[in-house]
């Protein structure tokens, strides 16, 4: 069982530019602090993933992404507003506050306000969002086990945040806020 004590020692590690696994609503994560170019590159190098694609921010609430949000009409941000907290990942227009590390060679920046509730009490302690990207070597299936973490990964990982996934089966959707349309199926 997860505690707080848990999640403060996950924070610690992600301060210190560490890289955690953790569960997410359907598959288990990896994360680090989005801010730290070096902690990005180890998640890339351990995932074997093309830097170009980008990563996935994850928040425990709105306010989090505020900062990537100021540039949107009210309207916009009603429309995440109404699937977050939730499985629905949004592409935003970037407004030159994620890093290119972050945001790859795309003009959009992935967000996504978690729903579950171990994900979102991290990124509350941690203060905001971190990177979300399925826990597996880019081409294999994401990892539904703390144990299909270790596998995958035996060396490279700071810290697992043992927990249970939140019950829904694969990844969360990815929608483009401006255009709606549905990039991943969720």
Known sequence: MTTTFHIRLAVQVLRAGGVIAYPTEGVWGL?????NAHAVQRILKLKQRDPAK???LVGGEL????PYLDHLAAGQVDRLRATWPGPVTWLVPANGVASSWITGRHPGL???VSAHPQLADLCRAFGGPI????ANP??????LSALRVRRYFPEGLDYILNGPLGGRRGPSAIRD??????????
């Open 54 to 56: 980008g990563l996935i």
């Open 177 to 186: 806020l401006m255009t709606d349309k549905v990039l991943r199926a969720g």
């Open 138 to 143: 880019s081409g294999r299936p994401a990892a």
């Open 110 to 112: 992935a967000l996504r």
């Open 131 to 134: 990177v979300s990207t399925s």
């Open 63 to 66: 306010q989090h992404f505020e």
């Open 31 to 35: 994360g680090c602090d989005p801010q």
